[in-house]
């Protein structure tokens, strides 16, 4: 029945199961359906139940800040037309919150502002409501020498034994449940799918990858993490730097995807 996990693992998320976790959404599906069988396994991939138990969510603010440094950077072409971001594989809002901050502290004293929105999706739904909660421990700010912890302040309040997001930030982030092997619901100018691509297939990198490139705009923008850079080559997208940081643009091409 592990196989059938890790079947079910690389058909409906994308994602190579470790057998650690496909034990332990096996002993769920026994103490929860009361029999390990297809039927039980079957019903806890198509409700997506089972992406709590195979599914990475560590996370934090300001992650790879240089990222945060080339999207200030980037900020000014976008004055007049307006910026729509996407945060793939969201986790908790941690992304979201941070590049909203980024964002809030760039407005400040503008004569006009500008104008974004940002839809942050996850396919674990209990990520998604602990990130419209916007409530969080110290961990989930990390020492790394970056600057950018400083903008917290203004847009976070101290909350039990941690802090939580100030409501005015919220109003420009749509949180919501979303697998990443479906195609994505708009056309985003910048898109960052980060520390997540790593843990899939290659089949399934291929089809993810395809689907967000479906929905960048002509000339739009992906980050991916650090890590995962040389993993990425698809024939819509170009990959650039600025400085020491790669990200990619979208270009016409075939549409194939390729691998490095």
Wanted: glycine share 6%; charged share 20%.
């Amino acid at each position: 029945m592990l196989n059938l996990i890790s079947r079910n693992a690389e058909q409906y998320f994308g994602i190579r199961a470790e057998e650690s976790e496909a034990a332990r959404l096996s002993a769920h599906i026994r103490q929860n359906y009361g029999k390990m069988d297809a039927e039980s396994i079957q019903r806890v991939f198509s409700s997506g139940e089972a992406a709590e138990f195979l599914m990475v969510h560590e996370t934090y603010f300001f992650r790879e800040p240089a990222h945060f440094a080339l999207l200030l950077n980037l900020l000014p072409q976008f004055e007049k037309s307006g910026l729509i971001i996407c945060s793939a594989a969201a986790a908790n809002g941690c992304e979201a919150y941070s590049i909203a901050m980024l964002i809030e502290s760039w407005n400040k004293g503008r004569e006009k502002p500008l104008a974004y929105h940002i839809d942050a999706l996850d396919i674990s739904a209990r990520m998604i409501g602990n990130a419209r909660r916007g409530v969080y421990g110290t961990n989930a700010v990390r020492e790394d020498g970056s600057d950018f912890h400083a903008m917290m302040a203004a847009y976070t309040e101290p909350f039990e034994n941690g802090f939580r997001v100030r409501e005015p930030l919220k109003k420009h982030i749509h949180f919501f449940t979303h697998n990443l092997m479906n195609p994505l619901p708009k056309i985003y100018d910048l898109i960052f799918f980060r520390n997540a691509f790593i843990y899939f297939t290659q089949q399934g990198r291929e089809r993810v990858l395809s689907n967000i490139s479906a929905a960048l705009r002509a000339e739009g923008l992906l980050f991916l993490g650090v890590s995962e850079t040389m993993r990425a080559r698809h024939a819509d997208m170009a990959q650039k730097t600025m400085g020491d940081t790669v990200y990619f643009q979208k270009i016409k091409s075939n549409g194939k995807v390729q691998y490095g």
